[in-house]
């Protein structure tokens, strides 16, 4: 038997995604209908959220096998589930969106937030729970659950998580929170990564979308970027990042091309695309950060006034970062010529998309 742990109810799922512990499903999932068959409280849950205008909707679940180690019922095991979920949905948002004149994924993790109120551990009544709040409700009859008012509609964008970066991060969950490798350093990195990652993805609309709202989203950008590249010893900093992301090996000769250069402490590095987008990054982070004067072609990589925000080209960065990361849990192994030549096209296909987004920043430059 699966449990209900929280209802993201701006999330539109197609097929549910996880594993024989914990999955995120959608309504109609069948083991929903068995737990909403036994529970009064998951019923209501399910069935009881609409718009601010009464428009019926069903959220997603995040659900947790009965039978799964208490260890993954841990928040962190749990969020750093949803987080890879997330950050693999987002990117390929981001990469569709830069080369498309409609919008089909969701780009924020505003759509993946758990909702404040789920089932207590008993099955009779509701807990609410956040820093404001503690609270508890047995009422299920007037339990009426409501979608943001700020995020698309379920009708307009869809998540679709599954894709090769997924399987590599979700073998990366399995390794940190299954098999309880908690003190290893590479994963730690990598969840913290995910986490701020995860609050970087956050709509820009705080203060209605100001340019300081986009100033703080490309600050936790970099923050991501540099715990992801910190090497233990020492200090993240340009440097280590611009060395993760060198290490991804561009088929595209566009983007394999050293054609900028970068000034950091006295030294000249040549550069590719992604490294000098990531060099627009983190100069913004330091103007808006520091208190520098800032304007708005401040968020333009190379100051393009027809070149989306840094901001949007912050997760492909970090999708860079993210492979070159994950290699090293690969097993090394002998490669007959046929396996290569597969693993060839998948990435040649696989990065054709993430291509042609980064590309779209070079518009008049």
């Not at 718009?51 to 096998?65: A, C, E, H, R, V």
């Not at 073998?171 to 299954?178: D, E, I, N, P, T």
């Not at 993760?244 to 000034?263: A, H, T």
């Not at 090394?332 to 696989?350: G, N, P, Q, V």
């Amino acid at each position: 038997m699966w449990v209900i742990i929280f209802a993201l109810p701006d999330l539109n799922l197609n097929e549910s995604i996880g594993n024989e512990h914990i999955a995120i499903v959608p309504h109609d999932d069948k083991r929903i209908t068995e737990i909403i068959n036994n529970s009064s409280c998951s019923k209501a849950l399910v069935e009881n959220f609409e718009s601010q205008f009464g428009q019926k909707n069903y959220p997603s679940l995040l659900i947790i096998n009965d039978k799964a180690p208490e260890h993954l019922r841990d928040i962190d095991a749990i969020v750093g589930f949803r987080n890879i979920v997330a950050l693999v949905t987002i990117i390929r948002g981001h990469e569709h969106s830069l080369t498309s004149t409609f919008v089909a994924y969701p780009l924020y993790s505003d759509y993946f937030d758990f909702y404040p109120i789920t089932i207590a551990k008993d099955d009779d009544g509701f807990i609410t729970q956040s820093p404001s709040i503690l609270g508890y409700d047995d009422d299920r009859r007037n339990f009426r659950g409501q979608t943001s008012p700020s995020l698309a509609g379920l009708g307009h964008v869809r998540a679709e998580p599954k894709s090769d970066l997924f399987d590599q991060l979700h073998k990366a969950w399995q390794r940190r929170f299954l098999k309880k490798r908690y003190s290893e350093w590479s994963t730690r990195i990598l969840f913290r990564s995910l986490e701020m990652a995860y609050q970087a993805s956050t709509m820009p609309f705080k203060n209605h979308s100001t340019i300081y709202d986009y100033g703080a989203s490309a600050s936790l950008w970099v923050s991501a970027l540099e715990i992801l590249s910190h090497p233990k010893k020492g200090v993240a900093n340009l440097e280590t990042v611009l060395d993760l992301i060198e290490r991804y090996i561009w088929f595209n000769k566009d983007l394999r091309r050293r054609s900028y250069v970068v000034k950091y402490r006295g030294k000249i590095r040549q550069v590719n695309l992604s490294q000098k987008l990531y060099k627009e990054l983190y100069d913004t982070r330091n103007a808006f950060l520091h208190g520098n004067p800032v304007t708005e072609k401040r968020l333009r990589p190379f100051g393009r006034k027809n070149v989306q925000v840094i901001t949007r080209y912050a997760p492909l960065i970090y999708k860079i970062a993210l492979i070159s990361f994950l290699t090293q849990f690969k097993t090394k192994r002998k490669t007959k010529r046929i396996d290569m030549l597969k693993e060839y096209a998948i990435h040649s296909m696989i990065e054709r998309n993430l291509a042609e987004a980064l590309l779209t920043s070079k518009k008049n430059v």
